[in-house]
């Protein structure tokens, strides 16, 4: 692999977004955003949405709420013929603060891994554009 192929978002969760009591958020909703983040990295790499085919590896690692920012990163760490392996980091970057206001929330000085994954996609040789 020539360079490093590296992509991120960051987004509020929502209320719509938690999923059980006390506004806790789902862990599938971080995997959801990491197979965002696998279809982009496929498309900057390939020029395809490609087909993700598995993951080798998640870990849950923190609780995520409704109000918390969330940056999730990933990059492609190995290449095959058509295989791309890529990782996978979401980080808790705001938390909300209920506990002082409705409104409140607190930037964090040092992020929190919420969740990680190690992850195959598949891009098909009659789609790779590059």
């Known amino acids: 692999m020539e360079k490093t192929i590296k992509t991120s978002l960051r987004l509020r969760m929502s209320a719509k977004d938690a999923h059980y009591g006390g506004e806790l ?3 599938a909703h971080m995997v959801h955003l990491f197979g965002d983040l696998a279809t982009e990295l496929l ?3 390939d020029g395809d949405e490609g087909l993700f085919a598995g993951y080798e590896e998640i870990k849950f ?3 995520v709420y409704a109000g918390d920012y969330i940056e999730v990163v990933g990059e492609i760490i190995k290449e095959g ?3 791309r392996k890529m990782k996978f980091e979401a980080r808790k970057v705001v ?3 209920k506990d002082i206001s409705a409104s409140a929330a607190d930037v964090l000085d040092e992020p929190i891994v919420v969740c990680t994954a190690i992850g195959t996609c598949v891009t098909p040789k009659d789609s790779q554009r590059k």
């Open 81 to 83: 013929n058509t295989s």
């Open 95 to 97: 938390i909300s603060r």
């Open 25 to 27: 958020v789902d862990g």
């Open 61 to 63: 690692l923190a609780p």
């Open 43 to 45: 498309i900057m790499r």
